[in-house]
């Protein structure tokens, strides 16, 4: 059975950090990448970042990039989202979603409707 756990939001003040895990079982991890998207309430569906398990190429949405830090370790099949120097703007839902490498731009960029997620994770930053 496939399945995508995250876990790690919470409740932070702006400028704080969290750590969020996507820990994934049921597929052969290095034939996939994994992207995190967030929903906020009345809000698009945003790309945050993406990893390519093969070789590590990973990515970031331009709102993210320089606070956020995407990693994987594919012993434990786990991917990372490091988030510093948080905002209230990043306060969302957050998922993973794993889909083919082939698809690594579609889940850099939020638009993978294919592949697997998971449930997400509520984030919330006060200001």
């Known amino acids: 059975e496939v399945q995508l756990v995250e876990s790690g939001g919470g409740l932070v003040q702006a400028g704080g950090s969290l750590r969020l895990s996507c820990a994934a079982s049921?597929?052969?991890?290095?034939?996939?990448?994994i992207g995190w998207f967030r929903q906020a309430p009345g809000k698009q569906r945003e790309g945050v970042s993406c990893?390519?398990?093969?070789?590590?190429?990973?990515d970031y949405a331009d709102s993210v990039k320089g606070r956020f830090t995407i990693s994987s370790d594919n012993f434990e099949n786990t991917v990372y989202l490091e988030m510093n120097n948080l905002k209230p703007e990043d306060t969302a839902v957050y998922y993973c979603?794993?889909?083919?490498?082939?698809?690594?731009?579609?889940?850099?960029?939020?638009?993978?409707?294919?592949?697997?997620r998971g449930r997400g994770t509520q984030v919330t930053v006060s200001s």
């Open positions: 990893i390519r398990i093969s070789d590590g190429i990973s």
């Open positions: 049921g597929f052969y991890f290095p034939d996939y990448a």
């Open positions: 979603q794993a889909d083919k490498s082939g698809f690594f731009r579609e889940l850099c960029d939020g638009t993978s409707n294919y592949g697997f």
